[in-house]
Nanobody, 117 residues
């Protein structure tokens, strides 16, 4: 069974940092491209970042570029999202997801990030 379990969310002040983790199991993690997607309260899904299977290529949405960094440790079957200089508008539930045939076919349950003073 494919499982993606996010952790690391919480309450942080504006300007602060958090690192999200996503533990993968039930599939060969190192062979899949992965992504982070978020959903702010009352809004739709927003793609945040993506990374290729080997970790050699990453992309980020303009809204988080220069602040967020996606990475992965294939030996630990874990995906990460380092978030720096957080803003209130980054408040959202963050999901990790697996790419398959160009679509996101498996999702975690999400972890809530709240940026507030």
């Amino acid at each position: 069974e494919v499982q993606l379990v996010e952790s690391g969310g919480g309450l942080v002040q504006p300007g602060g940092s958090l690192r999200l983790s996503c533990a993968a199991s039930g599939f060969t993690f190192s062979t899949y491209n992965m992504a982070w997607v978020r959903q702010a309260p009352g809004k739709g899904l927003e793609w945040v970042s993506a990374i290729t299977s080997g970790g050699g290529t990453t992309t980020h949405a303009d809204s988080v570029k220069e602040r967020f960094t996606i990475s992965r440790d294939n030996a630990k079957n874990t995906l990460y999202l380092q978030m720096n200089r957080l803003k209130p508008e980054d408040t959202a539930v963050y999901y990790c997801a697996r790419f398959y045939n160009g679509a996101l076919d498996a999702w975690g349950q999400g972890t809530l990030v709240t940026v507030s003073s």
